[in-house]
């Protein structure tokens, strides 16, 4: 018993930092879709692959592919927009359950 409860907190000793960051994660995609709905949806992930590409040309990406990479990190952020909406609908269905 004593080794299966070593085991136990070994193993959530090991997941915790990715239980952490994809909590952290889901945070910061709920809140760029709660910005989004202000700003607007292509304002926002323009600025967001904008700030993308400048860190990737900063860490030495070729500046000839810049405009495809923008526009691949463009889609990205409407992704990551997507799933934050996603991440909202499922956190009111589930807060809305506690409460009714």
Known sequence: MA?????????L???APIIAWVAINSIKAM?????SL????PDTCRAIADEWVAEAIK??????????????LFVLALLF????WILLAYLTVFLLAIVF
Do not use: Q, S, Y
């Open 3 to 11: 080794r299966l409860i070593r085991i136990a907190f070994t193993v």
């Open 13 to 15: 000793k090991m997941a």
């Open 31 to 35: 809140l760029l879709a709660l910005i």
């Open 38 to 41: 202000w700003k607007g949806v």
């Open 59 to 72: 860490a030495g990406w070729p500046t000839v592919w810049e405009r495809h990479l923008r526009n691949v």
């Open 81 to 84: 927009v997507f799933i934050g």
